[in-house]
């Protein structure tokens, strides 16, 4: 396993933590070799005075105040992984939907209510550890 700042890549399977709201963590498992895993939110990096965490749709100068985190993984490239989990963090639903299909991405979105939501390739790619309550979309 390599791990910078929210970045793993697993040469090997191997297990991987990602953050909950409030101090709860889950933790994972990459079933296959060779996959980029790279997680972005707001929960560790936002200006205190206004409450906007550091991620900002350009559009609409205000970060997405609806999710905790965005955890994709794959068989791409660390950096693009990276970069593209910054873009899914603010990017609609639908146009993310067609992104992750064409590059064969695993996704999961934890929500600050705590719901999460997780694609089919994230299913494929990943096992959780345990009984973990999860919806699709």
């Known amino acids: 396993v390599v791990a910078a ?3 793993i890549h697993c040469m090997h399977a191997c297990e991987f933590f990602v953050e909950l709201p409030g101090e709860d963590r889950k ?3 990459a079933k296959k070799s060779g996959l ?3 997680t972005s939110g707001n929960s560790k990096r936002f200006v205190k005075h206004s409450g ?3 991620l900002l ?3 609409q100068k205000a970060s997405n105040q609806d999710l905790f985190s965005v955890t994709l993984v794959g068989k791409v490239g660390n950096a693009m992984l990276d970069a593209l ?3 899914i963090f603010l990017m609609e639903p639908s146009k993310a939907k067609k992104i992750l299909q064409k590059h064969n991405i695993g996704v999961m979105y934890v929500k600050n209510n705590g719901a999460i939501y997780f694609n089919d390739e994230w299913e494929h ?3 959780a ?3 973990f309550g999860q919806e699709k979309k």
Request: overall charge negative; cysteine-free; charged content about 20%.
């Open 129 to 131: 550890d345990g009984r």
């Open 85 to 87: 989990t910054t873009a």
């Open 5 to 7: 700042s929210g970045d």
């Open 27 to 29: 933790k994972f498992i």
């Open 52 to 54: 906007q965490g550091h």
């Open 57 to 59: 749709h350009p559009q």
């Open 36 to 38: 980029a895993i790279s």
């Open 125 to 127: 790619w990943i096992e």
